[in-house]
């Protein structure tokens, strides 16, 4: 199945550099569609002029930000040298204490695909 989804140019670069490996999102109605096998097309945004396809290797759920930080490896988010508490203090930028509690959060293990569609 393909999904598609925005991606801050930050993050956007570290996927297709092959630097990050794992997307941080909350696990709400639309993430809970995913499945392992499935292709994902993040447009970087907000200048919607690139696109970046990749594929759906794992998905792991979890209760909170902080557990999710203190179980995958920084550098798997490209985070290196970032404590737990910034990682969640810049997570909190994007969603809010209300929404990680409603839905929960989802780790989405990814590998880029070669040609975007």
């Known amino acids: 199945m393909l999904h598609k989804m925005g991606l801050y140019n930050g993050p956007f670069q570290s996927i297709k550099s092959g630097r990050k490996t794992v997307e941080v999102r909350l696990n709400d109605e639309k993430r809970r569609k995913l499945t ?54 810049n997570t909190f930028k994007i969603y809010t204490p209300d929404q990680e509690k409603e839905w929960g959060t989802l780790a989405i293990t990814i590998k880029v695909q070669g040609g975007d569609f």
């Open 36 to 89: 392992r096998g499935d292709v994902i097309v993040f447009t970087r945004i907000p200048e919607r002029d690139e696109v970046l396809t990749v594929e759906v290797l794992a998905l792991r759920k979890y209760d909170t930000f902080r557990q999710m930080y203190e179980e995958i490896p920084a550098e798997d988010m490209d985070e290196e040298g970032r404590s737990i508490d910034e990682m969640v203090k």
